[in-house]
């Protein structure tokens, strides 16, 4: 029998508040979630909100998902932290969905909130995972990039976690087999998609040596060295706000984690996203149809 997920705080007790998701130990945690195997993230509510209906139909509507009381075309599932005004949330047989905003102190949030409702609904053997977009480097927009190591903006394959005025480290890798098997559900549906390192800034424009911000004091020569330097020695393939956090929080958890990212542009040629609309929206769809395909295969 597989061990029940528990995490290491010797603080949490029975009775806890889950503030930013809008849910508490009180709230039938064990019989609610208790059979949740898989934990979804990703940056816009819409899109979590498009992917949870993909995911509600993929998997053959289960009747172990929490349904509005009012459903409407696209609109079949309960948002259970619409009242916290922050994330939104929805369950669909044993799959978690939840958006987490941009960059890692919102990401920080929504995490450890849904690694303690994991631990208070005795979940076992859960795998967590990112899907988003990002800028690429060096590869054509289009591709998916399943993230191997993330590192941060000074090229540190860390994540950095401040504690009382204190700067600790932490591992930042995901789980080979994951990203094995993503590829594989790729492969089958013609997706292009590669395994490459991932930098996750804390800052969309100079981090990421944009030269369209508000600010730039630094030259077109540097952002192209710092680009190359990425690309060529550390094995990075996109940028995006939120893997160090992610990967960093989950080793810490000894959770299995994936990330799973579009590239919308290609940041060795340009700064700006040109695609159309349209084409944004079917690039945006890729890591939601690997991640789908991925867990009715494990279901």
Same mark, same amino acid.
């Given at each position: 029998?597989?061990?029940?997920?528990c995490?290491?705080?010797?603080?949490?007790?029975?009775?806890?508040?889950?503030?930013?998701?809008?849910?508490?130990?009180?709230?039938?945690?064990?019989?609610?979630?208790?059979?949740?195997?898989?934990?979804c @993230?990703?940056? %816009?509510?819409?899109?979590?909100?498009?992917?949870?209906?993909?995911?509600?139909?993929?998997?053959?509507?289960?009747?172990?998902?929490?349904?509005?009381?009012?459903?409407?075309?696209?609109?079949?599932?309960?948002n259970?932290?619409?009242?916290?005004?922050r994330?939104?949330?929805?369950?669909?047989?044993?799959?978690? !969905?939840?958006?987490?905003?941009?960059?890692?102190?919102?990401?920080?949030?929504?995490?450890?909130?849904?690694?303690?409702? !994991?631990?208070?609904?005795?979940?076992?053997?859960?795998?967590?995972?990112?899907?988003?977009?990002?800028?690429?480097?060096? @590869?054509?927009?289009?591709?998916? !990039?399943?993230?191997?190591?993330?590192?941060?903006?000074?090229?540190?394959?860390?994540?950095?976690?401040?504690?009382?005025?204190?700067?600790?480290?932490?591992?930042?890798?995901? =789980?080979?087999?994951?990203?094995e098997?993503?590829?594989?559900?790729?492969?089958?549906?013609?997706?292009?998609?590669?395994?490459?390192?991932? @930098?996750?800034? =804390?800052?969309?424009f100079?981090?990421q040596?944009?030269?369209?911000?508000?600010?730039?004091?630094?030259?077109?020569?540097?952002?192209?060295?710092?680009?190359?330097?990425?690309?060529?020695?550390?094995?990075?393939?996109?940028?995006? @706000?939120?893997?160090?956090?992610?990967?960093?929080?989950?080793?810490?958890?000894?959770? %299995?984690?994936?990330?799973?990212?579009?590239?919308?542009? =290609?940041?060795?040629?340009?700064?700006?996203?040109?695609?159309? %609309?349209?084409?944004?929206?079917?690039?945006?769809?890729?890591?939601?149809?690997?991640?789908?395909?991925?867990?009715?295969?494990?279901?």
């Amino acid at each position: 029998m597989a061990e029940k997920f528990c995490l290491s705080n010797p603080n949490l007790t029975d009775e806890d508040h889950l503030y930013h998701i809008a849910l508490s130990t009180s709230d039938n945690l064990p019989q609610r979630f208790g059979d949740v195997k898989y934990v979804c @993230m990703g940056g %816009k509510e819409r899109r979590m909100q498009k992917f949870a209906e993909l995911l509600y139909d993929t998997l053959g509507k289960p009747k172990n998902s929490e349904l509005t009381e009012q459903p409407t075309p696209g609109h079949r599932l309960k948002n259970i932290s619409q009242s916290g005004g922050r994330y939104c949330f929805y369950k669909v047989g044993p799959v978690a !969905i939840v958006n987490h905003g941009i960059g890692n102190p919102s990401l920080s949030v929504v995490l450890n909130e849904m690694l303690k409702l !994991i631990h208070h609904a005795g979940c076992t053997d859960v795998s967590f995972f990112r899907i988003g977009t990002s800028g690429g480097l060096g @590869m054509k927009p289009g591709t998916v !990039i399943i993230t191997k190591q993330a590192y941060n903006g000074l090229l540190e394959n860390c994540y950095r976690q401040v504690i009382c005025g204190k700067e600790i480290r932490y591992p930042a890798d995901t =789980n080979p087999q994951l990203a094995e098997d993503l590829l594989k559900c790729a492969k089958d549906f013609k997706i292009e998609a590669i395994a490459g390192n991932t @930098m996750g800034t =804390n800052d969309f424009f100079e981090e990421q040596a944009r030269l369209d911000g508000a600010f730039c004091e630094f030259s077109r020569q540097e952002k192209s060295d710092f680009l190359k330097r990425a690309h060529d020695e550390f094995g990075i393939r996109n940028f995006e @706000m939120e893997s160090c956090c992610f990967s960093g929080l989950c080793a810490r958890a000894n959770l %299995k984690c994936a990330i799973v990212c579009t590239t919308v542009v =290609n940041r060795l040629e340009r700064d700006d996203v040109t695609a159309d %609309k349209s084409l944004l929206e079917e690039w945006e769809f890729y890591p939601q149809q690997l991640v789908a395909e991925y867990i009715k295969r494990s279901c």
